[in-house]
């Protein structure tokens, strides 16, 4: 963030290299699409309403801001599991949009999916059914979102001990993993274990 701008980890030196920044000033959530060779990451400035997703070429860093419709803090994003689309969290506007993604790559108009996602959700992941799971950082609380049944919550923890302001989630299996700002950890959850 102090750098404005997005880095890449060099494994085999260990260190750190500047990878692009072109306009990005708060960058959150990286998207790799290897299909199609970019990168694309959402700028969560809050204060002027100019957050949105850049994008960015995986080989060379190029780049720019790619949606240009004005989001209310974008944050946590999942790709379309077709690939066609990148779903966003809207964590000032408590909503989840969708942003196609046209064949020739540029940036369809933004659609609403889900309202009420209460009260500031912060990361979203498909789960291995197809559903979509959002993480909620206040409170401390975890949503799921099916096509045909809507948005229900799924793991609360009122007392924000084990789920402690989640941020961002991942799945692997049947497990999710949620970071957990509150507490600087992550929890991972059995889904089997969830209806």
């Given at each position: 963030?102090?750098?404005s701008a997005i880095f890449r980890w060099d494994a085999a030196t260990a260190g750190m290299l500047r990878f692009a920044s072109a306009g990005i000033?708060?960058?959150?959530?990286p998207i790799v699409d290897e299909t199609?060779?970019?990168?694309?990451?959402?700028?969560?400035?809050g204060e002027d309403n100019r957050s949105g997703?850049?994008?960015y070429d995986l080989n060379t860093g190029k780049g720019g801001l790619w949606c240009r419709e004005t989001?209310?803090?974008a944050n946590g994003m999942a790709m379309a599991p077709g690939g066609d689309g990148l779903y966003v969290v809207e964590s000032h506007a408590a909503c989840l949009s969708y942003v196609p993604i046209r064949a020739d790559g540029t940036a369809g108009s933004r659609q609403l999916v889900v309202e009420g996602v209460n009260n500031v959700p912060d990361g979203v992941a498909f789960a291995p059914d197809g559903s979509l799971f959002i993480s909620c950082y206040e409170p401390s609380r975890i949503y799921r979102w099916r096509k045909d049944s809507g948005l229900e919550?799924?793991?609360?923890?009122?007392?924000?001990?084990?789920l402690a302001h989640p941020t961002n989630i991942a799945f692997k299996g049947d497990k999710l993993y949620t970071a957990n700002l509150g507490r600087w950890h992550i929890t991972e959850i059995d889904l089997t274990a969830i209806s």
């Open positions: 963030m102090r750098h000033r708060v960058p959150n959530y199609r060779g970019w990168l694309y990451v959402s700028d969560s400035v997703i850049f994008r989001m209310a803090f919550v799924v793991i609360e923890d009122p007392a924000a001990t084990t």
